[in-house]
C-alpha cells in the first residue's frame, strides 16, 4: 500500500500531461463562421471519426479514465 501511495502522485502527472496533449492535438469541427451563425460542412453533415483521429478519440476516452480512478485511488490511498 505504501509503494501505490508513493509512485500514485507520478502516475497521474504523467497521465494529466499525455490527457493534455490528446485533447489538444484532436481538430475542432467548428470554424469560426459556425460562431456567427454561418453553416460549414461539419456542422450540416454527420462526421465519422476515421484512423488517427478515432484513435485519439479513443485514446482521449481511455486516458481520461485512468485519470479518473487514479485520482479516485489517491483519495483512498
Do not use: W
Request: hydrophobic letters at 55%; a positive charge.
Amino acid at each position: 500500500m505504501k509503494a501505490i501511495s508513493s509512485i500514485l502522485p507520478y502516475i497521474q502527472v504523467v497521465l494529466s500531461i499525455a490527457l493534455i496533449a490528446v485533447v489538444l492535438l484532436q481538430q475542432t469541427g467548428a470554424a469560426m463562421g459556425g460562431a456567427f451563425g454561418g453553416n460549414d460542412s461539419f456542422s450540416s453533415a454527420h462526421h465519422t471519426r476515421r484512423g488517427f483521429e478515432r484513435t485519439l478519440f479513443i485514446a482521449t476516452i481511455v486516458i481520461g479514465i485512468l485519470f479518473a480512478v487514479s485520482a479516485l485511488l489517491n483519495l483512498v490511498y
